[in-house]
């Protein structure tokens, strides 16, 4: 079946400076899409990218990504963390029907001052 | 603005006892979705429905069975509660194709 994959349990970063999280992902579709999804504390996951063009950068509230069909990664990335980053990211992959959004086991971003 | 409404917020029980969370949709979508997110933040898929009819049933114990009215309302009953069924319960809807999944405020199970 599918499957995401984030390596990263817990990532740390110092205010200002760069951050990446990891993204992989097993699938048997052609067509598919891609998300990275952050949940802050006591609220509910939302969405932050969505993906499904192969080699085209997204980028959303100073966050990017791109779609690697040939490494099939989905990595999250941004230049400067901040403080209000601080989360647990989720990235995740949804069939062509959209009836099945499949979830990594999340990676949470702690940024220090 | 929360558009995907979730009942109770949070419930105590007893292993044994019954317990329903609802949850409502005010996106017109037609997807509708459970998820189980444990103590270890694992989200994991439990249910899927577009337009009252399942779509996916995850490998979930029997206990658990979901009930939609209409594509507006997606409930789901625990008929026998075991301690590994603490954890929250969210609730998503979606549209179409490549959706974005749109959480409720999850409803938390404490089972004791």
């Known amino acids: 079946g599918d499957s995401v994959t984030q390596t990263e349990g817990l990532v740390t970063v110092t205010e200002g400076l760069p951050v990446k999280l990891n993204c992989t992902y097993q699938?048997?579709?052609?067509?598919?899409?891609f998300f990275w999804y952050v949940q802050y504390l006591n609220e509910a996951p939302q969405v932050l990218l969505k993906s499904s063009t192969d080699n085209k950068r997204t980028e959303h509230q100073g966050f990017h990504a791109t779609l690697h069909k040939s490494s099939s990664s989905f990595h999250l990335q941004k230049s400067s963390a901040q403080l209000s980053d601080s989360a647990l990211y989720y990235c995740?992959?949804?069939?062509?029907?959209?009836?099945?959004?499949?979830f990594g086991s999340g990676t949470r971003l702690l940024v220090s001052p | 603005e929360t558009a995907v409404f979730q009942t109770p917020n949070y419930h105590v029980t007893q292993v044994g006892n019954e317990v329903s969370f609802n949850c409502k949709q005010t996106?017109?979508?037609?997807?509708m979705y459970w998820y189980k997110q444990d103590s270890k933040k694992l989200l994991k898929i439990m249910f899927s429905y577009n337009n009252k009819q399942l779509i996916v049933n995850e490998t979930v114990p029997r206990r658990f069975s979901p009930q939609s009215s209409d594509k507006a309302h997606l409930n789901l009953r625990i008929k026998s509660v075991e301690p590994e069924d603490s954890a929250v319960y969210l609730c998503a809807s979606g549209q179409g194709a490549g959706n974005t999944l749109y959480f409720g405020e999850g409803s938390r199970l404490i089972v004791v």
């Open positions: 996106l017109g979508h037609d997807t």
């Open positions: 699938t048997t579709y052609l067509t598919i899409a």
């Open positions: 995740a992959l949804s069939d062509p029907g959209g009836y099945k959004v499949v």
